[in-house]
Structure formats: structure tokens, C-alpha cells
């Protein structure tokens, strides 16, 4: 049976509690353990898929299909463990299983309430697989206090209850905020959270305290004594460099003794961190920089573009450079002039989106990496986007549009080189959508097999593969009716779905590099194991840095 570690934060959100979690993780596997990460989100929608970038960042989506919260994008590329379905749930989905169980009459007839049935319901969520790891590590969005997320609360404490003593802790974030006018590290913020937590049953084993000053020894021992956790279980968590830091940063700090501690794991295995020493010499000690163009819809927050702007750093990391992406608004590109913007950079890529605005900017990005020859990668609408404009401007089709940018089907406006997915074979089974389909879990999710030409340079890239498997999430595809006149024009339909009716990568020939994917490649990429096609998109970016 596996060992749970709860996290939780309070005192203010986004202090960092699903790094934390994905940094111990990692710490736990350098000492031989094997674990598996979960995120339980208290908000009511079933799960992030149809939420705006905007609301909630990037929808991270598992290899089972999963749309889920952006934290587990950070799991994965601590831990190297693929997410799964079972390791999300929201209180959205919660309330959906129990009120379903409800109607098919599997209660009873009995009233139904949040004590016992929703946080059983939980509960049941916290036990799948626990057999399979050695530690869960299981976080809780939001703070202590949040109303939405009392049920949770409530379900962890009742969880401990049931559990062997000694096989479940808490670990609490919380800030210790800095008051320059009197010179103050502040405890009480501290001593409030806990206080609010132990009020609902739950006594922290293990505090984290977000600082951005030296957190004295003087301090840590008042807030050991105010908040009853031993003084070395008072875990300061200061600013960092990079991300990447975080795993030797909370080793230094005695982070996982303090939780191997905490279950009385003693004498522990020593750890062997020669991984993160690997990616940390790799991040400081770069030889040369790439400005990397990102061309997207949802430019003001880079949280929208995670993963890409991680796939990035870890590209870099493979090369030995350092990457400086730069966003770019793809509607600023439609304006007179705008291509101007381009100037200078060593590589282009756009990313994944949503519906017509700014994809005029983004086919004008394709249409400068194309005629300029500079280093291209389109992501999802970014290989659409990237198809559009070769069918305009090499095939000759100057009305290429995609259906969804014209939901009449291309009636009078454009001839619709893109679109709308109506079935498809998902393993063993076809897969069937309409256009007015509910849009939560309705495209085409998770991973998928794309085979790839011989000699192309996708299958370069990936050292020759002949087969290769991403991670997708999409309603619109690439036209296959339009191949040949396509790649007569010198558009090369390089990766196709195993059926071959599904374009999946297509290449530029005769360009230095220029590829768009229909999958989302970023997702699946780790510091110490970098996605092929960003290691190479880098690679040539470093080409286009030295010829310039």
C-alpha cells in the first residue's frame, strides 16, 4: 500500500505548490522510491478542457485523453511518470459521478449529501492504484479556507483516519511575507493558515514557507512552536533562477529527510540527484543564445504556451544554448507592415489555438519562415495554419480557408483545406463527432500513432523511426483530398495516420527546416529527455544563429 502526501497551501494562491509536489516527487525517485502525482481541483467545471488560456493557463492532456490542469504537465517533467485520467478530478466531476450514481439509483433512495457521499466519492478517487507506488503525492488546488474546497479537506482528513498510522502526512505551503517599512519577515500569516487547518482536523507534518528573504533560524523555530511541527520540518522555499533548481534547491533545504521524517523511514536510501546536476549544468552553462519567435493567439500569458516554453528550455538544454523565446501576438502581424516583427530571429514557431482570430497573422508567419528560409515549427492550428498558406500561395488554391474559420463549410468564402473531424478510428474502435457536439472531451484527444516517410526529415529527426506517437487535441484536420496537388506544389505529407487518412506532419522540401505536426510534441518533453522535434528545431535555430 502506498504512502499518501497530501498538499495543501494557504495564506495566497500561486505560491507554487504543484513545483513543490513535482520536485519531491523527483527527490523521492533519486532515493529509489517510485511514485505517482494527482491533482484535485476544487472548482465545478468537470475539467479545464473548455476553459479559456486566459482563465486557466494550458490544458495539459494525458496519453488516455485526458484534459487536465497544467500541474501535470510540471509532474510529468519532474518525474518522468505519464499522467493518466485517474490522476485528475475537479469538484465539477465529483458532483457529476455522485449525481449520476444517483439517478441510476445506486444509493438507494437515500438523501444524498456532501458527508458521506461526495467525500467518499473523493476517497475512492485518492485509492485508485495505490498499490502500484511506493508514494502518492496528491495535491489540492487552491487554498485552505477556499468554501469550495471544504469537501476535500474533509475527505483527506477522514482518509488519514482509515489509513495505518503512519502511512498518510500533510505538507502546507504557505507565504512569509516582507514588510520593507519595518524591516519584518512575518510568522503570523503562518500561523493563521495552520490554524485554519487544524481547525477542520488537519495538523501539517511538514511546512514549506515561500520567502523572498532568509528565513532566520530564530523564525523557523517560532513557527515550529506556534504551528507544532518540528523545527527541521519548517522547509524555507526561496526564489529561483529556473524551475529546474527547485529538486537541489529542496534537497539543500531538507525537504525529502524532513518527509521521509515524517513516516519514520529511517536509516533512508541516499539519493543520487547526478540527474539534476546534469539539467543544471546544462541550463548554466550555455554556449551561445537563440531568440525564437512564438507567434500564438494567447500571447499575454505565457502560461497558455507552458509546455511549448518548456519543450523550449529543454531544447536548448540538448544544444547546449540558451533559448529566449519572445511572444508575439499573431493579429499584430495582420496589420500593414507587420511581418517586420519577424525580423531577426533565428526560429519561428506557432502553437496550438482556437478559432479564427489571428490566423491570418500566423499564415504570414509560415509565409516569412517559408520565402526567408528561417527555421519553422507549427504546432496543431500551427501546421493547419502552415498548409493553408502553402495551398494559397504554391498550389494555387488563393481561397484556402478552414471550416473553422467558416462555419458554412467554405460556402462562398473559401475552399476549406481544413476540416471538421467527423469520425475517426481511436485503438480498435471508430470514433464518431458532430459540429454541434457539447465541446468538453468531444475532439480528438490523447495519443495517436502518426507514421512516418522514409527519409523524410521527421523521421531524421526521430533517428530514422518509421513510427512515432503524440499526444493530441483537435476537432479540424488537414484535408487529405488535397495531398497531391499539395505536394506537387512542394508540400510533402511526411507522417500519416496508420488508416493513411489523416494527414499528420507535413514538410517544406528543399527548406533548411520547416515542419508542422498535428500533434502537440511539447507535451511529452522532460529536462533530461528532450522531445526529438524540439531538440532539432533548436539544433537548426543554432544553424540560422551562426549564418546570420
Not at 519532474?78 to 449520476?100: K, M, P, Q
Not at 504570414?364 to 517559408?370: G, L, M
Not at 473559401?414 to 468538453?440: F, I
Amino acid at each position: 500500500m502506498a504512502r499518501y502526501i497530501f498538499i495543501t497551501g494557504g495564506v495566497v494562491s500561486s505560491l507554487g505548490k504543484g513545483l513543490a509536489s513535482a520536485a519531491l516527487g523527483a527527490l523521492l525517485q533519486a532515493r529509489g522510491y517510485t511514485v505517482r502525482l494527482r491533482k484535485l481541483d476544487p472548482y465545478l467545471n468537470v475539467d479545464p478542457g473548455t476553459m479559456s488560456p486566459f482563465e486557466h493557463g494550458e490544458v495539459f492532456v494525458t496519453d488516455d485523453g485526458a484534459e487536465t490542469d497544467l500541474d501535470l504537465g510540471h509532474y510529468e517533467r519532474f518525474t518522468g511518470v505519464s499522467a493518466r485520467r485517474s490522476d485528475t478530478i475537479s469538484a465539477g466531476r465529483i458532483y457529476s459521478n455522485v449525481l449520476e450514481k444517483e439517478r441510476r439509483g445506486e444509493y438507494l433512495g437515500k438523501t444524498i449529501q456532501v458527508i458521506p457521499h461526495v467525500t467518499n466519492e473523493i476517497k475512492d478517487f485518492l485509492a485508485i492504484g495505490e498499490d502500484e507506488v511506493d508514494f502518492m503525492l496528491c495535491e489540492i488546488g487552491g487554498t485552505v479556507g477556499d468554501i469550495e474546497g471544504l469537501p476535500f479537506f474533509e475527505a483527506i482528513r477522514q482518509f488519514a483516519q482509515e489509513r495505518p498510522r503512519g502511512k498518510v502526512i500533510l505538507m502546507h505551503l504557505t507565504l512569509l511575507p516582507w514588510l520593507a517599512a519595518s524591516g519584518e519577515l512575518k510568522t503570523k500569516p503562518t500561523q493563521h493558515s495552520v490554524k485554519e487547518l487544524r481547525s477542520i482536523g488537519l495538523q501539517p507534518d511538514v511546512l514549506v514557507c515561500r520567502s523572498e528573504q532568509l528565513i532566520p533560524d530564530r523564525e523557523r523555530a517560532k513557527i515550529a512552536l506556534f504551528c507544532n511541527v518540528r523545527p527541521d520540518s519548517v522547509i524555507p522555499a526561496y526564489d529561483l533562477k529556473s524551475i529546474y533548481e527547485a529538486p537541489l534547491a529542496y534537497h539543500r533545504a531538507g525537504l525529502d529527510r524532513a518527509v521521509l521524517d515524517a513516516f519514520q523511514i529511517s536509516p533512508a536510501p541516499r539519493p543520487d540527484l547526478s540527474r539534476w546536476e546534469d539539467v543544471m549544468d546544462r541550463l548554466t552553462h550555455a554556449e551561445g543564445e537563440v531568440r525564437i519567435a512564438v507567434v500564438g493567439k494567447y500571447t499575454e500569458l505565457e502560461d497558455a504556451y507552458k509546455s511549448v516554453s518548456e519543450a523550449l528550455t529543454h531544447g536548448g538544454m540538448a544544444n547546449r544554448v540558451r533559448v529566449r523565446p519572445e511572444w508575439i501576438a499573431a493579429e499584430d502581424l495582420e496589420q500593414d507592415g507587420g511581418t517586420h516583427l519577424l525580423d531577426g530571429y533565428h526560429g519561428i514557431i506557432v502553437p496550438g489555438g482556437f478559432g479564427e482570430r489571428g490566423t491570418e497573422g500566423m499564415i504570414t508567419a509560415a509565409q516569412y519562415a517559408r520565402e526567408k528560409r528561417v527555421p519553422y515549427l507549427g504546432i496543431c492550428l500551427g501546421m493547419q495554419t502552415a498548409v493553408i498558406e502553402a495551398a494559397r500561395n504554391l498550389a494555387g488554391i488563393t481561397d484556402a480557408g478552414s471550416q473553422e474559420f467558416d462555419r458554412d463549410g467554405g460556402a462562398g468564402r473559401c475552399t476549406p483545406v481544413v476540416y471538421h473531424l467527423k469520425e475517426w478510428v481511436q485503438g480498435n474502435r471508430k470514433v464518431e463527432r458532430k459540429p454541434d457536439d457539447a465541446k468538453g472531451g468531444t475532439m480528438r484527444l490523447g495519443a495517436y500513432t502518426a507514421v512516418l516517410k522514409s527519409g523524410s526529415l521527421i523521421s531524421r529527426v526521430y533517428d530514422g523511426a518509421t513510427e512515432i506517437e503524440d499526444r493530441h487535441r483537435h476537432r479540424y484536420e488537414v484535408d487529405v483530398s488535397y495531398r497531391e496537388q499539395l505536394e506537387a506544389a512542394g508540400l510533402a505529407f511526411s507522417g500519416m495516420s496508420p488508416d493513411d487518412r489523416l494527414p499528420e506532419v507535413v514538410e517544406i522540401e528543399g527548406h533548411p527546416w520547416f515542419i508542422g505536426v498535428q500533434a502537440h510534441p511539447e507535451l511529452k518533453s522532460k529536462p533530461f529527455a528532450p522531445a526529438p522535434l524540439f531538440a532539432d528545431f533548436i539544433r537548426a535555430a543554432k544553424e540560422q544563429e551562426r549564418m546570420v
